[in-house]
């Protein structure tokens, strides 16, 4: 079975704070993405990235930026956080050609 | 702009079927997806359909018609561990990258 792991399940940080989000999948996938998830506006896309070292943007990749140091690690930063990041954060990863994804259990981070 | 359109909440009863719509528009086009969420759980995958036509898997069936730019997602026999909110997702692009809708709630009543 797949696994996508994230760092914490629930996050309060300070404005103003780095804050990093960290994602881990035990299946070798070479695709991993960050998306954020707030009511009425489904999940939307922050960043992703298809190999090692390699990142894009998403949809809405400002006040965040990622790094992907290890194939199996995905991480998100938020430089500065602020109160309108506060959200419910999931990660998911994908094999090269599949098209399923498969998510983990998502992080909510309040920011105050 | 791209975007996908569904329904906001759908309600139901035990045994009955329901049909979630979602229509889509996109600048590009390779196939749809759907994915359930239950409340505080990860979304996990239903669906995909390249190709026009019905996809069957057990109680659940999804359709496309990309001449429509249009899907839907037909629940049989509702349990009521079907609630949950349910996510049409494009891949709108030659890698991995998904745009979803808003996604449906669904409510299955006793």
């Known amino acids: 079975d797949v696994k996508v792991t994230q760092s914490s399940r629930y996050l309060v940080k300070r404005t103003g704070e780095k804050v990093f989000l960290e994602c881990v999948q035990d299946?070798?996938?070479?695709?991993m993405f960050w998306y954020r998830q707030d009511p009425g506006l489904g999940l939307r896309l922050i960043y992703f990235?298809?190999?090692?070292?390699?990142?894009e943007k998403g949809d809405i990749p400002e006040g965040y930026s990622v790094s992907r140091e290890k194939k199996e690690r995905f991480s998100l930063i938020l430089e500065s956080a602020s109160t309108n990041q506060t959200s419910m954060y999931l990660c998911?990863?994908?094999?090269?050609?599949?098209?399923?994804?498969?998510f983990g259990p998502g992080t909510r981070l309040t920011v105050t | 702009g791209q975007s996908l359109e569904q329904p906001s909440e759908v309600t139901a009863v035990e045994g009955a079927i329901v049909q979630i719509n979602c229509t889509y528009q996109?600048?590009?086009?390779?196939?749809l997806s759907w994915y359930q969420q239950h409340d505080g759980g990860a979304p996990t995958f239903l669906s995909y359909?390249?190709?026009?036509g019905l996809e069957e898997t057990g109680r659940f069936s999804s359709f496309l018609s990309r001449s429509d730019s249009y899907g839907y997602l037909l629940l049989q026999e509702l349990q009521m561990k079907d609630s949950a909110s349910y996510f049409c997702?494009?891949?709108?692009?030659?890698?991995?990258?998904?745009?979803f809708g808003q996604g449906t709630e669904l409510s299955v009543k006793p």
């Open positions: 299946m070798d996938h070479e695709n």
């Open positions: 990235s298809y190999d090692v070292k390699m990142k």
């Open positions: 996109t600048s590009g086009f390779y196939g």
């Open positions: 998911a990863s994908k094999e090269g050609a599949s098209y399923e994804q498969y």
């Open positions: 359909n390249a190709l026009d």
């Open positions: 997702a494009v891949k709108a692009h030659q890698g991995g990258k998904l745009i």
